[in-house]
């Protein structure tokens, strides 16, 4: 079973950035196609980011690419996510997910595991 904690989230004003992190436990993240999803305030939950096993693929929703960017150290077992250029519409709560399913990648359903979400909110 693998624990998922996320933690950088906070309030950050537009054009602002904020750098997130997943610790993986209970199983190496090495192991693991890792990503994050965000769920804004009466919206359904969205794929946002995902980095293969070793990190030499990633891929990104259209709305964040060229500000966002998805990393990891597998010795730390940890995935990061870079923000840049923050806009309000970013404003969401964030989840860091593994444990891939081999489902079609952006799906919810691609991922065994989930954290309990970071809070990132964009003041215009």
């Known amino acids: 079973q693998v624990q998922l904690v996320e933690s950088g989230g906070g309030f950050v004003q537009t054009g602002g950035s904020l750098r997130l992190s997943c610790a993986a436990s209970g199983g190496a993240s090495g192991g693991n196609v890792m990503g994050w999803f965000r769920q804004a305030p009466g919206k359904e939950r969205e794929f946002v980011t995902t980095?293969?096993?070793?990190?030499?693929?990633?891929y990104y929703t259209n709305s964040v690419k060229g500000r966002f960017t998805i990393s990891r150290d597998n010795a730390k077992n940890t995935v990061y996510l870079q923000m840049n250029d923050l806009q309000p519409e970013d404003t969401a709560v964030y989840y860091c997910v593994a444990g891939y399913t081999g489902a079609y990648y952006a799906s919810q359903t691609a991922y065994n595991y989930w954290g309990q979400g970071t809070q990132v909110t964009v003041s215009s």
């Open positions: 980095i293969s096993k070793g990190g030499g693929s990633s």
